[in-house]
């Protein structure tokens, strides 16, 4: 368990959360690796534009604001209505 457990967190790249591992967000290291990968697909493009097959610019994915395993029920008496005249 302690193998798929490292691999799970350091290694594996979520969708989810950016194409980045649950370590690099927990650590803080997802935005900096993000810039890292826009400097890199952007200098890959200017060398060797024949290996893209779109003129676009490669889409990084944002890191989202939050993210569950399992969302917290919304607690009603939380709610407030900010919009009474």
Do not use: S
């Amino acid at each position: 368990m302690e193998l798929f457990t490292n691999w799970y967190n350091h290694e594996h790249r979520h969708t989810g959360i950016g194409l980045h591992t649950p370590a690099d967000v927990h650590y803080g290291l997802a935005t900096d690796k993000a810039t890292n990968r826009r400097t890199v697909l952007t200098d890959a493009r200017a060398r060797h534009p024949h290996r893209f097959c779109t003129t676009t610019t490669p889409k990084i994915l944002d890191l989202p604001d939050t993210v569950w395993i399992n969302r917290p029920a919304q607690d009603a008496t939380q709610e407030t209505d900010t919009t009474a005249a």
